[in-house]
């Protein structure tokens, strides 16, 4: 009996760190949502490499790469850009990452990303063993505009003016006072003076009227191709006894951001992974593989889940390798009683790679670990 105790209680400890993890993992996909961050672990030829990439949420900007070489000693890292409409000979010359002090096979870089749009981060690993690289996808899009603090913008507000002063009052001393002898000024000079000063202002002004309209037109451009995740409807309908999902991409907000879904490619043989996590309590996980009906319509047949509102979340990846998370809302009834509807199929498509976890950590006689896969 001892020992079924024991072993009792460390299922329980097993499920209560499944449940945490499942928790982190959901945390995690609701952070990702709007975060270009990348992580990566893998090879770069005979070297093991964790690559940790924060690109910038503005763009042109600097991206930090962090690269944490595992128990192997190297010569040099090596960053290099790579755009995905450029190639290799497009493409930056690398950057070398330098050690970071008091952390061994850890090496830190900055890297601009000057265009936006689909680019991937080779990361060159250098030393005994030869050189081994690794290519790790990279989203180079604009997700926010920078304001400029008050304080800054007043103050060089000043010194514009303080400069178009000194220009004007230059230029009207250039024409006279530089070139006449001391002395009382001639009523003609005087007006040449003035003549000056007016011509150096309006030239001025013009110039500071041109710079301001092709600023506008630029931060207005910049705004216009803002990166916006795309926006969906989701539903639920019941066809018999089974619950079905809807996922409607918004045709409104395509036609308004100039944006097309008919050119979605698989990942990992789907063209697209749902996931649907119960909003609040996290106990139930479902990674799931809708039918595209259409360009923008995704159906589901949905696995025996409990009632609640949960948070759900469509990767997919555009023809060039942008990779977009579609996020939205829904909420699923209790589930209905078997039913034999005339005319109505029973069987929808289950995709066999559906899975679906139901967990209650804390309580497990009541809702035990259950992970099923369909």
Known sequence: MGWLDAKGKKMRYIKIIFFAGLMFVSASLFAHVGSPGVIYQGKAGPYNIMVNINPPDVIPGTTSISVYINNQQVNHVYLQPVYWYAGDKGSPKSDEALPVNGTPGQYQGIVWLMQSGVASMRI????PLG?????IPVMAVSTAQRTMPASLDWGLAALGILLVVLMITIIGASVTDGISAPG???KFSARKKYIAMGVTALILFGILYGGSAWWNSWSSNYRKFLYKAPIAHTRISVNGSQMV??????SVWLSKNNQSMSYI????GKLMHLFLIREKTDDVFAHLHPIRKDSINYQVALPDMPAGRYLVFGDIVRWNGFTETISDTVIIPAKPATQNVPG???TL????DDTYVISNA?????????VKQR
């Open 124 to 127: 060159t690993v250098d030393g």
């Open 131 to 135: 050189k081994g690289s690794a290519i």
């Open 184 to 186: 009382p000024q001639s």
């Open 245 to 250: 999902l809807h996922l409607n991409i918004d």
């Open 265 to 268: 490619v698989p990942d990992h």
């Open 344 to 346: 109505i199929n029973n």
């Open 349 to 352: 498509y289950r995709d066999p």
């Open 362 to 370: 804390i309580d497990d006689n009541k809702n035990p670990l259950t």
